[in-house]
């Protein structure tokens, strides 16, 4: 990939234009986004024009879906950008830091001579490993919601969905992208046979039965259970095998 930086624009060239409404240039935008190959410097540019029309709509009061656009535009320039940074950390040397840990970084002086802070180049990486479904989820949610979504909590949303925990283990997943697994793993078992199996099933049904219940399922028939010694009501979550008194759970 090349890097060889085009001209900076002037100034004057990024202020939108007289002749030229507000809804043309949102479109040239994200047309010019809709391009396949493009260079950091390209996108460097398409930001800045995003930022200053963002700018200018809020500035004239503009609807809300017009700056949300500029928005939008901003975003996912910020994101392309992480994503080819991303690819040129990928293929760059790696160096041995005093932890003994290969690392990678962004090559010496290309930052610099891009214009972007060591910030900036962060934390659009950082947008760059949100799946897309689960970027263009949260465009749509923030748009229909008529709120802003800023680059600062789409990176929130990146740490704890990429980020692991601080001492090790498997990173935090998404609500929706456990879902999908679980569902994609329910549709492989064809058959319960042994009793190990039959007694996780079980468990399993007992806690889709409580989500069926926040669902608010009318069809649900509600399952009370109780202690055969103590009579005591079985809480709905974080309830062990048995009861405190030792007896066993009765469902009636």
Known sequence: MSLALVAPLAPAA???QPHAPVLAQLERLHDDLAQPDLELPELLDIHDRAVVLGAYCREVNAAFDVWFDASVARLRSERRV???????????PAWESHARQRRQYVPRGLLKQLGVSGSQSSRWRYIARLPDQDFEDQLQTARAAKRELTTTSLVRIA??????PKHGGRPRLSTRTMLRRILSY?????RIQTPQERALL????????GWERALGRPDVVQRAASCLLCGRDRPAFGATSRCQCGGKWVVS
């Open 186 to 190: 329910a549709r492989e078992i064809k």
């Open 14 to 16: 990024l202020q939108p």
């Open 202 to 209: 079980k468990d399993v049904l007992d806690i889709t039965r």
């Open 82 to 92: 992480g994503q080819l940074l991303e690819q040129i950390i990928a293929s760059s």
């Open 159 to 164: 740490r704890r969905l990429t980020d692991g």
